[in-house]
């Protein structure tokens, strides 16, 4: 029953941790200021709290326990906080805030691939693409983006973002809420050669600017 117990509760803080990488990515916080109170925190209650670990553990020791209590803590409190923070967040309230694309970034990913029943190993890779950008307070942040929009967007090009406020007064910014002001479409056309009379394409980069009708 125990080490039943020891994995549910590993799966969980793992489940936890990948929350709190994704929250972080949409909340407007330093990450240095937020881990050192969280760490701090986690440090003050394990002084009292490791001996609860002995049922868990099996054994009373300080150099286990702590160490232990240490890191289940600082992710149980980080996760608390950013989702208190983030998940009553309404973003169709939030105004938008105009940000400019400082960078256009390409990530490699690996899918994982079934070897045999326990073991499991890295398979074909894939890509995925992020916007990097500049928010109205000069924090920058990379945010995730469909690769219709990556193609779209320029080094230096403006576009919006919903943010807001969220619970706990942290700034929380929806990340599906990006929009390129004036997004770049790629256009194929036709030329004929002058004196051979074959045609060919060529791809045309234009940027797409909002129309103005005349009153």
């Not at 960078?103 to 398979?123: D, E, M, N």
């Not at 230096?156 to 007064?169: E, F, K, P």
Request: proline share 4%; charged share 20%; glycine share 6%.
């Amino acid at each position: 029953m125990r080490w039943l117990l020891l994995g549910f509760g590993v799966m969980l803080l793992i489940f936890l941790a990948g929350g709190i990488l994704f929250m972080l990515e949409s909340t407007v916080i330093n990450p240095w200021v937020f881990f050192g109170i969280v760490v701090m925190v986690a440090a003050a209650t394990g002084t009292v709290l490791h001996r609860a670990w002995e049922k868990i553990t099996g054994t009373c020791k300080f150099y286990i326990n702590y160490p232990l209590h240490l890191v289940v803590a600082t992710i149980l409190l980080s996760s608390a906080v950013l989702m208190t923070n983030y998940f009553p967040s309404d973003f169709s309230k939030f105004p938008e805030e105009k940000v400019i694309v400082e960078q256009k970034l390409r990530k490699t990913r690996y899918k994982t691939r079934r070897v045999s029943r326990r073991v499991y190993a890295r398979g074909a890779p894939y890509y995925v693409y992020y916007l990097r950008i500049t928010l109205p307070d000069g924090t920058p942040k990379e945010v995730y983006v469909k690769k219709t929009v990556y193609d779209k967007a320029r080094t230096g090009d403006t576009a919006t973002v919903s943010i807001g406020r969220g619970a706990l007064s942290f700034l929380v910014f929806d990340q599906n809420s990006l929009k390129l002001l004036h997004p770049h479409v790629k256009s194929t056309s036709r030329s004929r050669c002058k004196f051979f009379g074959t045609s060919g394409r060529r791809t045309v980069t234009t940027q797409k600017t909002p129309s103005h009708q005349s009153h």
